[in-house]
């Protein structure tokens, strides 16, 4: 093959890798995230948690909500604050009610802080990035299940769970149902 | 090859069929320059919108959304329309006749590279026109904002796209260039600054501008399919945008001054009358630069949220960069150590250049300190920055690039007095305009507002002054262009008396077929 021709190929194909590996950072990212806990996103579950003599030390978590873009919902945690044990599992909820006089499609992302404790808490269930259909004036209570991991540093004390729910009825608005 | 060639004369069309269809790079790099031009008085017109807004606090002559659309497109257009083509038609027009070789390897790819350009440009402002005005959340494209705009994004995206297909058509056919059509005895480590620099911009662009087509993709499908790169309602998000477009933003910014280097490595040694100094120091030193700027991105956005090791290691790293930098300065000045100086144009704009620079370069690595970034981020403090290793550095080395080889390219030599004016008015108002923005910065005036509070008035005044100062004088850059053009003074082969290299053997102008014999180097 000509070497100008080749020295052609050899670059095209690099620019196709390029641009596929701007698609690969972005597991690169969700991966680094993980292992320094940024985003506070939450660990994942095992068997191995639940533990049947929890040890004597108790954590406060808290919780709390916001709604983004002044969305018609109102939306608070039915209990501010729970004194928990590690190694325990623990249900708590969040009420969810739309203000508006016509369904809305809701879908909840959840945060932990301090984010480099967001790994030791897990979440069995959880509401977060489902897409909840709300009728209009229709309340609902979405239920959360925890379970804080007994390796959970000594130092931390408490931590924050925080929902924050936007409306996606403009993008996703045809998924409602009559 | 003589028959064959004297076919290739009798071949070429004239009138616009010419320009349309040309695959010399001769044609080429005259385009990429006058579409260029273009651009940068485009470009400027916009830049003198901004600055007329902000001659005095209040709201006068824009309202605050076409003031955003201004900024945006300004910046997108002096990068893509005014910088890289003026650079890339430099690269057209000198590096075959730097190497010694025929013309570029791949001729019919050089010509869509160029006239893609000039729909893509078209295409990114007619947006302008739009219901909703051009895209108008900074050239960054920043989401959440970015993906709250009007209809302009997909078109403005579209183009990104074609832009940047544009210059990685361009890198690709300069690397097949350099890499197998050097004259026999140029060997890589003999070939002038100016190929070595675009070598490695090359390089450059064909690494990251794919990512940046990756990145306006994801913020193409993520406003129109449904996907959530970076909607965090969809569990993305948003920083990861700013991640991926600065791991594209600061190699890009390299790709706008590694030329610039390699111009004013070139100036330096003629108008001094010795050969450059540290060659190979300055080869190295450009491939460091080029290696480094993969990972410092993050100095662009230390205020995110950063795990404390990660500010660290990105401004221990921004902070090296200053080492093969001040390698280059430290080489320009020893090669202009007892050498027999004259100070023509192009010479003064590469001594301008080195000045200036400098300081664009210093004010960058007091950002890069991360404690203090966070006072100045988004800032006027990084507009003077950027704008100073940009203006009298990257489009100082294309003006100084133009004096330089304008007397090869027409076989005519300017008005060195009125060169010598525009030399002075240029450099005397771009520092009235972009000196005041550092202390406005400083006391903390942030960027990309129509508005400001009322103690920065008269700094910005005087900026507005300089700028509309500036913008004048590029008017008379314009006539001398066409005073050249339209004269009958002409210049000799070498032109410059201590010019050295391939391109001055060669008669000027050089004729349409030039080394169609390669030529023999020692």
């Not at chain 1, 194909?13 to 701007?22: P, V």
């Not at chain 1, 990212?29 to 108790?58: A, D, H, M, Q, W």
């Not at chain 2, 257009?77 to 890289?84: E, H």
Request: proline share 6%; hydrophobic share 50%.
């Amino acid at each position: 093959m000509n070497k100008k021709i080749k020295t052609y190929y050899l670059l095209t194909a690099f620019t196709i890798f390029m641009f596929g590996f701007s698609y690969m950072l972005v597991p690169i990212y969700e991966v680094f995230c993980e292992i320094t806990g940024l985003n506070g996103k939450t660990g994942s579950i095992n068997s191995t948690l639940v533990i049947e003599k929890p040890v004597e030390r108790f954590v406060r978590v808290q919780f709390t909500s916001n709604v983004i873009n002044s969305a018609p919902f109102k939306f608070s945690p039915g209990k501010k604050e729970m004194v928990i044990q590690p190694g325990k599992i623990y249900t708590t909820f969040y009420t969810l009610t739309n203000q508006s006089n016509q369904p809305l499609l809701a879908t909840a992302n959840p945060s932990i802080t301090p984010g480099k404790y967001a790994e030791y808490f897990k979440k069995i269930e959880c509401f977060c990035f489902t897409h909840q259909q709300i009728n209009a004036n229709e309340t609902k209570e979405l239920a959360v299940q925890f379970i804080v991991d007994k390796k959970l540093p000594s130092e931390a004390t408490s931590l924050v769970l925080a929902y924050t729910m936007f409306d996606i009825t403009k993008q996703l608005g045809y998924k409602l149902e009559k | 090859m003589n028959t064959d060639a004297d076919h290739l004369h009798e071949d070429h069309k004239t009138g616009i069929m010419r320009w349309i269809t040309t695959t010399n790079h001769k044609d080429i790099g005259t385009l990429y320059l006058f579409l260029s031009l273009t651009m940068f008085f485009v470009g400027g017109a916009m830049a003198l919108i901004i600055r007329a807004e902000l001659f005095q606090p209040g709201l006068q002559l824009v309202n605050p959304d076409f003031f955003n659309q201004m900024t945006t497109m300004h910046a997108l257009i002096m990068i893509f329309g005014a910088l890289m083509p003026a650079l890339v038609g430099l690269a057209n027009w000198q590096i075959p006749l730097m190497i010694g070789a025929p013309d570029m390897a791949l001729p019919r790819l050089n010509n869509w590279s160029f006239w893609i350009l000039p729909f893509a440009l078209g295409m990114l402002g007619s947006t302008l026109f739009f219901e909703g005005g051009a895209p108008a959340a900074g050239w960054t494209l920043y989401p959440p904002l970015v993906l709250q705009g009007g209809d302009a994004l997909p078109y403005a995206i579209f183009s990104i796209h074609l832009l940047g297909l544009s210059s990685i058509l361009g890198a690709i056919n300069i690397i097949a260039t350099i890499l197998n059509m050097r004259a026999p005895g140029m060997t890589l480590m003999k070939m002038p600054m100016f190929v070595w620099t675009w070598l490695i911009t090359a390089f450059l662009l064909i690494a990251v501008m794919p990512v940046l087509a990756g990145a306006v993709t994801m913020l193409l499908t993520d406003r129109f399919f449904g996907t959530s790169f970076f909607t965090a309602s969809g569990g993305g998000d948003p920083v990861m945008f700013q991640h991926i477009f600065w791991f594209f933003g600061h190699p890009e910014v390299y790709i706008l001054i590694l030329p610039a280097f390699g111009v004013i490595s070139t100036i330096i040694p003629t108008f001094s009358r010795k050969k450059l100094f540290g060659y190979d120091s300055m080869v190295y030193a450009t491939a460091s630069i080029a290696l480094l700027s993969f990972i410092v991105w993050a100095h662009h956005m230390f205020t995110v949220g950063m795990p404390l090791a990660g500010e660290i290691f990105f401004m221990m790293t921004t902070m090296l960069i200053a080492v093969p930098t001040g390698v280059k300065v430290f080489n320009w000045i020893a090669t202009m150590w007892k050498g027999s100086m004259t100070f023509e144009t192009p010479m003064l704009f590469s001594l301008a250049f080195i000045v200036l620079f400098t300081i664009g370069g210093f004010s960058g690595l007091m950002m890069a300190i991360t404690p203090v970034d966070f006072q100045y981020h988004d800032t006027y403090f990084i507009v003077a920055h950027f704008h100073y290793v940009l203006v009298p550095g990257s489009v100082f080395a294309v003006i100084a690039a133009v004096y330089f080889w304008l007397p090869k390219w027409t076989g005519k030599m300017y008005d060195e007095t009125l060169g010598k004016t525009h030399f002075w008015l240029t450099t005397i108002f771009v520092n009235i305009t972009f000196f005041p923005q550092h202390f406005v910065g400083l006391a903390g005036m942030p960027r990309r507002i129509p508005d400001y509070a009322v103690q920065f008035t008269d700094f910005n005044a005087i900026s507005t002054i300089g700028s509309f100062g500036f913008g004048i004088a590029q008017i008379l850059f314009l006539y001398i262009l066409y005073k050249t053009l339209k004269q009958d003074v002409t210049a000799d082969n070498k032109v410059w008396e201590g010019a050295e290299g391939l391109e001055w053997t060669l008669p000027s102008p050089p004729p349409y077929h030039s080394f169609e014999e390669p030529p023999k180097v020692e």
